[in-house]
């Protein structure tokens, strides 16, 4: 059964840092496409950053270019996103997803709060 759990979410000041994590099981991890999404309550998903099995092609919102890193582990079957001089904006819960561009597995998500 696939599981993706997220971790590493938080309240932070703008301009801070926070390192994401999602743990995985129940699939073969290093051959599929990860993603991170993310959701603001009341409002519809944004994808965030895509990486693909092997790590060395990657996707980026234009909202996030430049501030944020998507990376995995394949040996630990894990998917990090580094996101550094968050915003305000940034708030939403991140949720982490099999595939690019459509998901199959999430998991139950991350808060992270931007305060300015």
């Known amino acids: 059964q696939t599981q993706l759990t997220e971790s590493g979410g938080g309240s932070v000041q703008a301009g801070g840092s926070l390192r994401l994590s999602c743990a995985t099981c129940g699939f073969q991890f290093s051959t599929f496409s990860m993603s991170w999404v993310r959701q603001v309550p009341g409002k519809g998903l944004e994808w965030v950053s895509s990486?693909?099995?092997?790590?060395?092609?990657?996707g980026y919102a234009d909202s996030v270019k430049g501030r944020f890193t998507i990376s995995r582990d394949n040996a630990k079957s894990k998917l990090y996103l580094q996101m550094n001089t968050l915003k305000s904006e940034d708030t939403a819960i991140y949720y982490c997803?099999?595939?690019?561009?459509?998901?199959?597995?999430w998991g139950q998500g991350t808060q992270v709060t931007v305060s300015s």
């Open positions: 997803a099999t595939g690019w561009s459509s998901f199959g597995g």
């Open positions: 990486l693909n099995p092997g790590g060395d092609s990657t």
